[in-house]
């Protein structure tokens, strides 16, 4: 399956993440896995695999579709609409 919400993100400058760990789980003291960040607004939240899948409920809340990575050696990123996995360069 292709993703086009890619082609789409092209009009938005890259973000900087919005902070150094989930944002969500720094709040409430909680532990994350890994870090994905929403490439529509730079939000930073945990991956599935951490207690809060703060991510897939930012997506859920915002309906931002695709994040990526931010874990050190990845280059990947997520569409939660079309549930594909796109390689970054």
């Given at each position: 399956m292709v993703c086009n919400h890619f082609d789409e993100l092209e009009e938005f400058a890259p973000l900087p993440?919005?902070?150094?760990?989930?944002?969500?789980?720094l709040k409430i003291h909680q532990r994350w896995v890994?870090?994905?960040?929403?490439?529509?607004?730079?939000h930073v939240g945990c991956c599935?695999?951490?207690i809060g899948k703060h991510?897939?409920?930012?997506f859920h809340s915002t309906k931002?579709?695709?994040?990526?990575s931010i874990e050190p050696g990845e280059s990947w990123a997520w569409c939660f609409v079309d549930e594909v996995?796109?390689?970054?360069?």
């Amino acid at each position: 399956m292709v993703c086009n919400h890619f082609d789409e993100l092209e009009e938005f400058a890259p973000l900087p993440p919005k902070g150094a760990g989930c944002e969500e789980c720094l709040k409430i003291h909680q532990r994350w896995v890994h870090l994905r960040e929403c490439l529509v607004c730079g939000h930073v939240g945990c991956c599935d695999s951490s207690i809060g899948k703060h991510a897939t409920k930012h997506f859920h809340s915002t309906k931002h579709p695709v994040m990526r990575s931010i874990e050190p050696g990845e280059s990947w990123a997520w569409c939660f609409v079309d549930e594909v996995t796109v390689e970054l360069d």
